[in-house]
T-cell receptor, first 112, second 112 residues
Framework: EDQVTQSPEALRLQEGESSSLNCSYTVSGLRGLFWYRQDPGKGPEFLFTLYSAGEEKEKERLKATLTKKESFLHITAPKPEDSATYLC?????????????FGKGTTLSVSS | DTAVSQTPKYLVTQMGNDKSIKCEQNLGHDTMYWYKQDSKKFLKIMFSYNNKELIINETVPNRFSPKSPDKAHLNLHINSLELGDSAVYFCASQRADNSPLHFGNGTRLTVT
């Protein structure tokens, strides 16, 4: 069964303290891995798509990387406005239709 | 301009009632989805429509019936509401296979 596991569930950082979020996946064949950010009371907001191992994407303080078993979302020198829940999702080769399978998310809190 | 809009944002109702949630997207996408997010923030696929045709119908009670009058709209009707239906329901749209999903801001359903 296709599965996505995110760790840690919650992460507290001081402003400027860099860290990484992990997303490990078990799928029959990965077609794409997606990172989203979700703020309270809002829908998930798209950040990155990664399609193959070794691929990296960057946006401001965020950098996403992908291996054959997992993806990392690196946060460099975070600010309080980076506080949110970060969701990882995969699209698998054997999936009917094109739906994404989501992990349970990592809730990040950055304090000043 | 809101890309994916859902109404209502909040819905409070009693057990046994029937209710509908509406979704519209102005992105010109062919595929639309309904996801359910439980109290632990876990997003789970319910239905997927491509150009008004049902593609994915996960294990969802048949009290839930999606309807797509045209490819820009996907509504969700729920009969005989139960306490366990309380959750946040998200509509999403997708331009093409393996491209990111764009989410609405959700409808928080509370069944009392």
């Amino acid at each position: 069964e296709d599965q996505v596991t995110q760790s840690p569930e919650a992460l507290r950082l001081q402003e400027g303290e860099s860290s990484s979020l992990n997303c490990s996946y078990t799928v029959s064949g990965l077609r794409g891995l997606f990172w989203y950010r979700q703020d309270p009371g809002k829908g998930p907001e798209f950040l990155f798509t990664l399609y193959s191992a070794g691929e990296e994407k960057e946006k401001e303080r965020l950098k996403a990387t992908l291996t054959k078993k997992e993806s990392f979302l690196h946060i460099t020198a975070p600010k309080p406005e980076d506080s949110a829940t970060y969701l990882c999702a995969v699209q698998a080769r054997d999936q009917a239709g094109t739906a994404l399978i989501f992990g349970k998310g990592t809730t990040l809190s950055v304090s000043s | 301009d809101t890309a994916v809009s859902q109404t209502p944002k909040y819905l409070v109702t009693q057990m046994g009632n029937d209710k509908s949630i509406k979704c519209e997207q102005n992105l010109g996408h062919d595929t639309m989805y309904w996801y359910k997010q439980d109290s632990k923030k876990f997003l789970k696929i319910m239905f997927s429509y491509n150009n008004k045709e049902l593609i994915i119908n996960e294990t969802v009670p048949n009290r839930f019936s999606p309807k797509s009058p045209d490819k820009a709209h996907l509504n969700l009707h729920i009969n005989s509401l139960e306490l366990g239906d309380s959750a946040v329901y998200f509509c999403a749209s997708q331009r093409a296979d393996n491209s990111p999903l764009h989410f609405g801001n959700g409808t928080r359903l509370t069944v009392t």
